[in-house]
Nanobody
Framework: QVQLVESGGGLVQAGGSLRLSCAAS????????MGWFRQAPGKAREFVGS????????SYADSVKGRFTFSRDKAKSTVYLQMNALKPEDTAVYYC???????????WGQGTQVTVSS
């Protein structure tokens, strides 16, 4: 089992920045990839991007490309989501997830609220 705890959400003005963290514990050796998702009120969950645990390779949704950056600290079993140039449409609950394969995510965090005011 892997436990994930997100932190770093909050309220920020449009154009501002936030950094989210996702700390993993438990059987972290089994993690192949970690992803970030978000869900705004009344909307479906949206894939934000992912980072490969071993290589650090990243992928991003078009909606955040150039503004969001993933990184990881393997020693701390933590991934980070640096969000710059935030827009009101980025407002959502952000979730991190961990996968034991490249095909699916098996573990989820509790989510952290990000609110961007205009």
């Amino acid at each position: 089992q892997v436990q994930l705890v997100e932190s770093g959400g909050g309220l920020v003005q449009a154009g501002g920045s936030l950094r989210l963290s996702c700390a993993a514990s438990g059987s972290t050796f089994s993690i192949v990839a970690m992803g970030w998702f978000r869900q705004a009120p009344g909307k479906a969950r949206e894939f934000v991007g992912s980072i490969l645990w071993s290589s650090g390779g990243t992928s991003y949704a078009d909606s955040v490309k150039g503004r969001f950056t993933f990184s990881r600290d393997k020693a701390k079993s933590t991934v980070y989501l640096q969000m710059n140039a935030l827009k009101p449409e980025d407002t959502a609950v952000y979730y991190c997830a961990a996968g034991r394969t490249y095909l699916s995510y098996d573990y989820w965090g509790q989510g952290t609220q990000v609110t961007v005011s205009s």
